[in-house]
């Protein structure tokens, strides 16, 4: 699928990404909780929700993420969400996730995240963004 690297992101909080996101650009917002560096996967956390965010396009040997490996720091990333099958060794049924192929992720050291995330609550309450 080709993307333009103009479109707006459609900011949404983890907890509220559902299937009918995919294929969407997105803004989002959480806290690494984990870094794969070998695959360049960051698992991103916002309260009890957590989704997968592929950061292999935004690694570059000139702008060192040390942060990536800090946990609970809090980040932002714009990307595509994708559907990704997982397929358990030793099941036929493969598992559905969603990722987010990042084209930036940024840490957000001076972000709160409650504070954030009331915000696009109220935002969403009042019909503003869709």
Excluded: F
């Excluded at 995919?22 to 806290?31: E, F, I, Y």
């Excluded at 099941?91 to 990722?99: E, G, H, P, R, V």
């Amino acid at each position: 699928m080709s993307h333009s690297g103009t479109d707006c992101a459609q900011v949404v909080r983890i907890d509220a990404l559902t299937p009918e996101h995919v294929s969407r650009k997105l803004r989002v917002v959480g806290r690494v909780r984990l870094y794969d560096a070998e695959n360049a996967l960051v698992c991103v956390a916002d309260e009890q929700d957590t989704l997968l965010v592929d950061v292999s396009l935004c690694l570059s040997g000139y702008r060192p993420l040390a942060w990536l490996h800090e946990i609970n720091t809090p980040i932002m990333a714009i990307g595509y969400l994708e559907k990704l099958e997982l397929k358990p060794y030793d099941d036929d049924d493969a598992l559905q996730t969603l990722i987010l192929r990042a084209l930036l992720v940024k840490d957000q050291r001076a972000l709160n995240i409650d504070v954030w995330n009331k915000a696009l609550d109220a935002i969403n309450d009042s019909g503003s963004i869709g």
